[in-house]
């Protein structure tokens, strides 16, 4: 395993099966009374968030607490960061304290490949959304969901996603959540469509390994999982669309639009949800949206990242797979040794 | 002043020579062992002796685009480390730009730089003046002030933002002909370039950085050489570096519009590809573009598209570039590379000869900025402002050598070819064996 998670880009279709098999481990704790393991006890974990994001915090703060690690919230917001110290300063203070771990918010993209690469700590970094760049977790949780949804809870133990058309609607152009599940979806053998106005897509995107369209009926029919993206209000004033309202009409997810997919076809959204306007209410409380699902499973997803990153001493994975189908990097427990 | 004897040295690349400096001339130039010979008449007598054989004597350098930071950010340079950097580099003059701290948009101001430059007395510094009042786009700064004074400015930017305003670019192009100036534009269109951090493409989307668009630097130069052909003026575009404006300043050209282009060397080597570091010492404004621009840039400059080099020298302090790629400084320090880069991409791929170079480098950027005594031939009366490479030298840059205060290099520990080992300005050593006198 990888010292370092920065990009879906940097997992192998191994890593990923993985880190997704391990979760559904981490998963099981959360129905036990007791929700709590001893893994990465002794271990601390800063939480530097220099953007504001309350929900992946509280995500990231609950894994590392099930996994009884020491946590610490730092939130650049009246720190010394508003007064003007630098990302290496902070980090070298963090260092100094005897971190094991940094989970960074940052808004510049590239901060945390940064903060891994600069020689500034030696802590493990795990990119927990930069700029418009990366927001790998993000894409592990979606990709998880999409596995428990369209394979199967213990039936995708060991499965990738192969064949499985994943469509992704929304502001391309700012999102970080598309770059990751583009990433790690073609990883893991799934074929993606992006479908937002041109607007909303970056130039050079046609080097990304997958299809764009900007018509969305002519996808739904044809998707498996539809993921809607959060369109924030204030790039309508940038002229990224018309109106509110048109972009509804034209990209937005109704129950209208919904029963155009297979049945069996669910849909996804990174949260917060802006209802009205990207998805409407029927379908944001629908059975076939796994909105509050992806919440769950953003916590299996970041204690099994954790756990894999930091090498905890404590086996996750017990349950036992044909040697054939076993990933490359599979961690053993001491009865398979 | 003595005299100095450069013997053997290539001339432009030519035939080994010798070249007899007498005060702050030269004297003389004949063929190998001449002066002294039989019936030369010339005698080097008690001259101090430069053994050059295999290195090639160029005019001196001149840099119409380099970035002193003084006033205002003596942290990163100062008239006289800058001036030192060029010298180390080759250079005997420099065109320092306006936006400093305050703004070189008074005769106050750049008089003050002009007198920096004099007391420094490794480079003529030749001040450039701002378009307009405080680099803000909306008011004529006092060009003609400017112009008057003891730093007699004949070569007005608002570089670091480009005069993005139509009619004031109209009105500065027309202003500046009562005195034979020039307006060197930032080609940057401001609204297509909001929260650009690099070269808008492949890259840029899939690193989620903020593109800056080619089309962005395009569409400017595309209506300031149109401008420029309207009100019959000379239009000077700042550090080229797309495919497509070579081709807008092409067609120009072609129509005879009275434009001239510059390149920077880093634009001549390298790409976006390596932004993929994150390394912010790779981020600069205009944002290093694709391989296929690369090639295209070299080619105009070698067929005169593209007049000239510039180093566009940059220098920041540690501190602004040892961060995230977000909150870096944009900008290279290029002055004690340029030649090298220079080298490597253009003379050593057969591109250009060191006649051309010595073209793009010194005799044109001379003549566009109307610096007196530099670009000059190198033959007998011309001031003797003279620059002594050698081309077989190969070795890593190391930015813990450099003369500038900063060492923002995009080279550091890349092996580049060619080194400046002697620098004279007016006669008098500035560098001597690769070391500041």
Same mark, same amino acid.
């Given at each position: 395993?990888?010292?370092?998670?920065?990009?879906?880009?940097?997992?192998?279709?191994?890593?990923?099966?993985?880190?997704?098999?391990?979760?559904?481990?981490?998963?099981?704790?959360?129905?036990?009374?007791?929700?709590?393991?001893?893994?990465?006890?002794?271990?601390?974990?800063?939480?530097?968030?220099?953007?504001?994001?309350?929900?992946?915090?509280?995500?990231?703060?609950?894994?590392?607490?099930?996994?009884?690690?020491?946590?610490?919230?730092?939130?650049?917001?009246?720190?010394?960061?508003?007064?003007?110290?630098?990302?290496?300063?902070?980090?070298?203070?963090?260092? !100094?304290?005897?971190?094991?771990?940094?989970?960074?918010?940052?808004?510049?993209?590239?901060?945390?490949?940064?903060?891994?690469?600069?020689?500034?700590?030696?802590?493990?970094?795990?990119?927990?959304?930069?700029?418009?760049?990366?927001?790998?977790?993000?894409?592990?949780?979606?990709?998880?969901?999409?596995?428990?949804?369209?394979?199967?809870?213990?039936?995708?133990?060991?499965?990738?996603?192969?064949?499985?058309?994943?469509?992704?609607?929304?502001?391309?152009?700012?999102?970080?959540?598309?770059?990751?599940?583009?990433?790690?979806?073609?990883?893991?053998?799934?074929?993606?469509?992006?479908?937002?106005?041109?607007?909303?897509?970056?130039?050079?995107?046609?080097?990304?390994?997958?299809?764009?369209?900007?018509?969305?009926?002519?996808?739904?029919?044809?998707?498996?999982?539809?993921?809607?993206?959060?369109?924030?209000?204030?790039?309508?004033? !940038?002229?990224?669309?018309?109106?509110?309202?048109?972009?509804?009409?034209?990209?937005?997810?109704?129950?209208?639009?919904?029963?155009?997919?297979?049945?069996?076809?669910?849909?996804?959204?990174?949260?917060?949800?802006?209802?009205?306007?990207?998805?409407?209410?029927?379908?944001?409380?629908?059975?076939?949206?796994?909105?509050?699902?992806?919440?769950?499973?953003?916590?299996?997803?970041?204690?099994?990242?954790?756990?894999?990153?930091?090498?905890?001493?404590?086996?996750?994975?017990?349950?036992?797979?044909?040697?054939?189908?076993?990933?490359?990097?599979?961690?053993?427990?001491?009865?398979?040794? | 002043?003595?005299?100095?004897?450069?013997?053997?040295?290539?001339?432009?690349? @030519?035939?080994?020579?010798?070249?007899?400096?007498?005060?702050?001339?030269?004297?003389?130039?004949?063929?190998?062992?001449?002066?002294?010979?039989?019936?030369?008449? /010339?005698?080097?007598?008690?001259?101090?002796?430069?053994?050059?054989?295999?290195?090639?004597? /160029?005019?001196?350098?001149?840099?119409?685009?380099?970035?002193?930071?003084?006033?205002? =950010?003596?942290?990163?340079?100062?008239?006289?480390?800058?001036?030192?950097?060029?010298?180390?580099?080759?250079?005997?003059?420099?065109?320092?730009?306006?936006? +400093?701290?305050?703004?070189?948009?008074?005769?106050?101001?750049?008089?003050?730089? $002009?007198?920096? @430059?004099?007391?420094?007395?490794?480079?003529?510094?030749?001040?450039?003046?701002?378009?307009?009042?405080?680099?803000?786009?909306?008011?004529?700064?006092?060009?003609?002030?400017?112009?008057?004074?003891?730093?007699?400015?004949?070569?007005?930017?608002?570089?670091?933002?480009?005069?993005?305003?139509?009619?004031?670019?109209?009105?500065?192009?027309? $202003?500046?002909?009562?005195?034979?100036?020039?307006?060197?534009?930032?080609?940057?269109?401001?609204?297509?370039?909001?929260?650009?951090?690099?070269?808008?493409?492949?890259?840029?989307?899939?690193?989620?950085?903020?593109?800056?668009?080619?089309?962005?630097?395009?569409?400017?130069?595309?209506?300031?050489?149109?401008?420029?052909?309207?009100?019959?003026?000379?239009?000077?575009?700042?550090?080229?570096?797309?495919?497509?404006?070579?081709?807008?300043?092409?067609?120009?050209?072609? =129509?005879?519009?009275?434009?001239?282009?510059?390149?920077?060397?880093?634009?001549?080597?390298?790409?976006?590809?390596?932004?993929?570091? $994150?390394?912010?010492?790779?981020?600069?404004?205009?944002?290093?573009?694709?391989?296929?621009?690369?090639?295209?840039?070299?080619?105009?400059?070698?067929?005169?598209?593209?007049?000239?080099?510039?180093?566009?020298?940059?220098?920041?302090?540690?501190?602004?570039?040892?961060?995230?790629?977000?909150?870096?400084?944009?900008?290279?320090? @290029?002055?004690?590379?340029?030649?090298?880069?220079?080298?490597?991409?253009?003379?050593? +791929?057969?591109?250009?000869?060191?006649?051309?170079? #010595?073209?793009?480098?010194?005799?044109?950027?001379?003549?566009?900025?109307?610096?007196?005594?530099?670009?000059?031939?190198?033959?007998?009366?011309?001031?003797?402002?003279?620059?002594?490479?050698?081309? #077989? $030298?190969?070795?890593?840059?190391?930015? #813990?050598?450099?003369?500038?205060?900063?060492?923002?290099?995009?080279?550091?520990?890349?092996?580049?070819?060619?080194?400046?080992?002697?620098?004279?300005?007016?006669?008098?050593? +500035?560098?001597?064996?690769?070391?500041?006198?």
């Amino acid at each position: 395993m990888m010292r370092h998670l920065i990009s879906a880009a940097d997992l192998t279709r191994d890593d990923a099966v993985l880190i997704l098999d391990t979760a559904e481990e981490m998963a099981r704790v959360a129905d036990r009374p007791i929700k709590k393991l001893p893994t990465l006890r002794g271990r601390t974990v800063v939480n530097l968030f220099f953007e504001d994001s309350t929900r992946t915090r509280i995500s990231f703060e609950a894994a590392e607490k099930r996994l009884s690690a020491d946590v610490i919230n730092f939130t650049a917001k009246g720190s010394s960061v508003s007064k003007g110290e630098s990302l290496k300063d902070t980090a070298q203070t963090l260092e !100094a304290m005897g971190v094991d771990a940094v989970v960074i918010r940052h808004g510049a993209s590239g901060a945390p490949y940064t903060l891994a690469n600069s020689g500034w700590i030696d802590a493990a970094v795990i990119n927990a959304g930069d700029g418009t760049h990366q927001h790998p977790t993000q894409a592990l949780l979606d990709a998880f969901t999409m596995r428990r949804r369209l394979v199967g809870r213990d039936a995708g133990l060991g499965q990738d996603l192969a064949g499985k058309r994943v469509t992704i609607v929304g502001d391309i152009l700012h999102s970080r959540v598309a770059r990751s599940n583009v990433d790690l979806l073609h990883t893991l053998g799934a074929d993606v469509t992006l479908v937002a106005p041109p607007t909303l897509v970056p130039v050079g995107v046609e080097h990304w390994p997958c299809e764009v369209s900007y018509d969305l009926d002519r996808v739904l029919p044809k998707s498996d999982a539809v993921m809607m993206l959060r369109v924030q209000r204030e790039r309508m004033n !940038a002229a990224f669309f018309p109106t509110e309202r048109e972009y509804s009409r034209r990209y937005g997810l109704d129950g209208e639009r919904m029963a155009r997919m297979p049945e069996h076809a669910i849909v996804m959204h990174p949260g917060p949800m802006v209802r009205g306007m990207e998805i409407t209410a029927e379908v944001a409380d629908s059975d076939r949206c796994t909105v509050v699902e992806q919440v769950a499973n953003g916590v299996s997803i970041r204690m099994a990242v954790l756990y894999l990153l930091l090498g905890g001493n404590e086996p996750a994975v017990t349950h036992t797979r044909p040697a054939t189908e076993r990933p490359a990097h599979t961690v053993l427990s001491d009865e398979e040794k | 002043m003595s005299k100095i004897l450069i013997r053997g040295a290539q001339v432009l690349g @030519g035939e080994p020579q010798d070249v007899l400096i007498d005060g702050d001339t030269i004297a003389a130039t004949a063929r190998q062992g001449e002066i002294d010979g039989s019936g030369t008449g /010339l005698s080097a007598e008690g001259a101090t002796v430069v053994e050059a054989d295999g290195k090639v004597l /160029l005019p001196g350098l001149v840099d119409l685009h380099t970035h002193l930071r003084e006033p205002g =950010r003596e942290d990163s340079e100062t008239v006289l480390t800058g001036t030192r950097a060029a010298a180390s580099g080759g250079y005997t003059s420099v065109f320092a730009m306006a936006n +400093t701290f305050p703004v070189a948009d008074t005769a106050g101001v750049v008089e003050q730089v $002009y007198r920096l @430059g004099k007391e420094s007395g490794y480079c003529d510094v030749q001040p450039i003046g701002a378009v307009t009042v405080g680099l803000e786009g909306k008011k004529l700064a006092e060009l003609g002030a400017m112009h008057e004074s003891a730093a007699g400015v004949t070569v007005f930017s608002d570089d670091g933002k480009c005069v993005d305003d139509a009619v004031i670019m109209r009105r500065a192009l027309e $202003y500046v002909k009562a005195f034979g100036g020039v307006v060197a534009q930032h080609a940057q269109e401001p609204r297509l370039t909001e929260g650009a951090q690099m070269n808008e493409g492949v890259v840029s989307a899939e690193l989620g950085l903020g593109g800056w668009p080619a089309v962005a630097e395009e569409s400017i130069i595309a209506r300031d050489v149109l401008l420029a052909e309207h009100v019959g003026s000379r239009v000077h575009i700042c550090h080229l570096s797309t495919a497509g404006s070579v081709e807008i300043v092409r067609w120009a050209k072609s =129509r005879g519009i009275d434009v001239t282009a510059e390149v920077t060397p880093h634009h001549l080597l390298l790409t976006d590809e390596l932004v993929r570091s $994150y390394n912010p010492v790779y981020k600069v404004n205009p944002p290093l573009r694709t391989e296929r621009d690369v090639m295209a840039l070299r080619e105009a400059l070698a067929d005169g598209t593209i007049d000239i080099v510039a180093t566009d020298h940059a220098p920041h302090p540690h501190e602004d570039k040892d961060c995230e790629w977000g909150a870096a400084a944009m900008g290279m320090v @290029g002055l004690e590379t340029a030649l090298s880069v220079v080298q490597h991409t253009m003379v050593d +791929t057969g591109l250009l000869t060191w006649a051309g170079v #010595a073209d793009r480098m010194s005799h044109t950027p001379a003549r566009i900025g109307q610096a007196d005594g530099h670009g000059r031939p190198v033959s007998a009366g011309e001031p003797a402002n003279l620059t002594l490479v050698d081309p #077989a $030298y190969r070795g890593p840059v190391d930015p #813990a050598g450099f003369a500038s205060r900063s060492r923002n290099t995009p080279y550091e520990g890349r092996e580049l070819p060619g080194r400046v080992t002697h620098t004279w300005l007016r006669g008098r050593a +500035t560098l001597v064996d690769g070391k500041l006198q």
